[in-house]
T-cell receptor, first 112, second 113 residues
Framework: EDKVVQSPLSLVVHEGDTVTLNCSYE??????LLWYKQEKKAPTFLFML????IEKKSGRLSSILDKKELFSILNITATQTGDSAIYLC????????????FGKGTSLLVTP | NAGVTQTPKFQVLKTGQSMTLQCAQD?????MSWYRQDPGMGLRLIHY???????DQGEVPNGYNVSRSTTEDFPLRLLSAAPSQTSVYFC????????????FGPGTRLTVT
């Protein structure tokens, strides 16, 4: 059974710290991996990764995919209190059609 | 562009009642889906559709029905509500080709007593 595992499940850091969130997956036919940020509302899209070793970057956030080792990381540098959210990883497999398989999420709290 | 809209935002039902959660998108997306989100469980797929007239089951379809008569609308029906269906429900849509990130609606918080 295909599945997506995120770690850690929760994390508390101080403003200015750098954090790394992990997402590993077991797959039959990988198509793409997506990261979302969820505050007290709907998930909002951050990155989509399809190729190994190519870093996607947006401001202080960056993400990279390792298709050989079946994982992705999401880095956030110089964290701010506004980064506090649940970060969701989702993977699209060939046998799931267009459906996204979500991990349980990492809850990040950034304290002042 | 309104994006993905959902109504209602909140709903309280008694066990055994039925209701329909509405979802609409104005981006001409072919793919639409419904997820439920429970604490500690992430998002789980209920039903999805790849176009008008085509629907299929996701991971947790029991107790829910869907139909897709138009590209824009994808309602989710609860036939006989149960307390286990207390959850936050999200509708999402995307294109089938090209950049296929999914856009999410604001969610419906449903409580079944």
């Amino acid at each position: 059974e295909d599945k997506v595992v995120q770690s850690p499940l929760s994390l508390v850091v101080h403003e200015g710290d750098t954090v790394t969130l992990n997402c590993s997956y077991e797959v039959t036919n990988f198509r793409s991996l997506l990261w979302y940020k969820q505050e007290k509302k709907a998930p909002t899209f951050l990155f989509m990764l399809t190729s190994s070793g190519i870093e996607k970057k947006s401001g202080r956030l960056s993400s990279i995919l390792d298709k050989k080792e079946l994982f992705s990381i999401l880095n956030i540098t110089a964290t701010q209190t506004g980064d506090s959210a649940i970060y969701l990883c989702a993977v699209r497999f060939s046998n799931s059609g267009y459906a996204l398989n979500f991990g349980k999420g990492t809850s990040l709290l950034v304290t002042p | 562009n309104a994006g993905v809209t959902q109504t209602p935002k909140f709903q309280v039902l008694k066990t055994g009642q039925s209701m329909t959660l509405q979802c609409a998108q104005d981006m001409n997306h072919e793919y639409m889906s419904w997820y439920r989100q429970d604490p500690g469980m992430g998002l789980r797929l209920i039903h999805y559709s790849v176009g008008a007239g085509i629907t299929d089951q996701g991971e947790v379809p029991n107790g829910y029905n869907v139909s897709r008569s138009t590209t824009e609308d994808f309602p989710l029906r609860l036939l006989s509500a149960a307390p286990s269906q207390t959850s936050v429900y999200f509708c999402a849509s995307s294109y089938l080709t090209g950049v296929i990130e999914q856009y999410f609606g604001p969610g419906t918080r449903l409580t079944v007593t």
